[in-house]
C-alpha cells in the first residue's frame, strides 16, 4: 500500500521549515533552496520507484550520488507558497545512474524543475557525506543581518567567525566548526558549486558575500538551527558594530567555554 506523500515526514517537515524561513525574512521571492537526501525505503513507502514521470538534464556531472533521491524545492518558486502547494513548489529527483540526468518521481507539477542552485547542493552533499555519513539537508536562504553583515565585515573565514563567536556564548557552542566564507561570485553555477563544496569539507555552514548562507545538516531542524544561530549573532553584529564595544568574549574565555564543553573546536581560529 503506498501512502499519502503529502502527509509523509519529510514534506510536512520542509513544508513548516520553508514557512518559518519565509516568515523570518530569509526567503524574500523566489529566493532561497532546500534539499534533502531521501533513503530508498522513504521513496518506496509513497511512491513507485520504477515510475519517472520526466527526465531532466543535469548540465553537470552528478554521478556521486547516482540512484539517490532527494526531495528539492522548485527553481523561481517563492518560499511562501510551498505549503500550499507542496506538489508544485517542491519535486522528488533521483540522480541517474549514469549521473547525466535528474528522475522526476514525485512535483514539479506545473513542469517546473528543480533549483538552480542543484549544481551547489549536489556538490555539498558529496562532500558533507564524506565528513558524516549521516549527513542529509543542504539548505540556502538570504538572513538579512547576515547579509548586512557581509557588507561591512571583512570576507575571510577566520574573522568573521571570531566576529560572531564574540556576539554570545551559544555560537562556539553551535558552530565549533567554523563558518567558510566565499566573496561575492556568479550564483546558480557549476563553479560556486565547486567552491562552495570545498569549504564544506571543513565547515557545515559557508558565507556566500552579498547573497546569501548555506547551513547543512543530518535534518531540516539542524540546518535551519545553524542559520538560525548565525542570523542571531549577525544581528547583534550590526546592532553594536557602530558603538564603542566595552565587553566581549575573550579568547582566553572561547577556549574555556569550548573546553568545558569538550567540544571538536578551531583552535586555530582563536590567538592563543
Ligand atoms: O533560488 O536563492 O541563489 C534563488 C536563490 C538563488
Ligand atoms: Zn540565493
Not at 541517474?96 to 533549483?115: H, I, P, Y
Not at 566576529?163 to 561575492?184: A, K, N, R, Y
Not at 543530518?218 to 565587553?247: C, R, W
Request: hydrophobic content about 40%.
Amino acid at each position: 500500500m503506498i501512502k499519502d506523500i503529502l502527509k509523509s515526514k519529510f514534506v510536512v517537515e520542509i513544508c513548516e521549515t520553508a514557512t518559518n524561513m519565509y516568515r523570518l525574512g530569509w526567503d524574500e521571492r523566489n529566493g532561497g533552496n532546500i534539499s534533502c537526501l531521501l533513503t530508498e525505503d522513504e521513496v518506496c513507502e509513497y511512491l513507485s520507484p520504477e515510475k519517472v514521470l520526466r527526465c531532466i538534464p543535469l548540465g553537470f556531472d552528478g554521478s556521486a550520488l547516482s540512484g539517490k533521491a532527494l526531495l528539492v524545492t522548485g527553481t523561481g518558486k517563492y518560499f511562501k507558497n510551498i505549503a500550499s502547494d507542496p506538489e508544485t513548489n517542491l519535486g522528488i529527483i533521483r540522480i541517474s545512474d549514469d549521473g547525466n540526468n535528474a528522475e522526476v518521481l514525485w512535483g514539479f507539477k506545473d513542469g517546473g524543475r528543480f533549483t538552480s542552485e542543484l549544481p551547489t547542493h549536489i556538490m555539498t552533499h558529496v562532500a558533507r557525506l564524506k565528513v558524516d555519513p549521516y549527513h542529509r539537508v543542504v539548505m540556502h536562504s538570504h538572513p538579512t543581518n547576515t547579509l548586512a553583515m557581509t557588507r561591512v565585515h571583512p570576507l575571510e573565514a577566520r574573522e568573521f567567525t571570531r566576529s560572531l563567536w564574540q556576539t554570545c556564548s551559544e555560537c562556539i557552542m553551535v558552530f565549533p566548526d567554523g563558518i567558510g566564507v566565499l566573496p561575492w561570485m556568479v550564483c546558480g553555477t557549476n563553479e560556486i558549486g565547486v567552491a562552495t563544496a570545498d569549504l564544506m569539507n571543513e565547515h557545515r555552514l559557508v558565507i556566500w558575500g552579498i547573497h546569501g548562507i548555506y547551513g547543512t545538516g543530518n535534518s531540516l531542524d539542524e540546518a535551519f538551527g545553524l542559520i538560525e544561530t548565525v542570523e542571531k549573532a549577525a544581528q547583534l553584529y550590526m546592532l553594536t558594530a557602530h558603538l564603542p564595544i566595552l565587553n566581549t568574549i575573550t579568547d582566553d574565555e572561547l577556549k574555556a567555554l569550548a573546553e568545558s564543553l569538550s567540544l571538536d573546536y578551531r583552535k586555530d581560529y582563536l590567538n592563543i
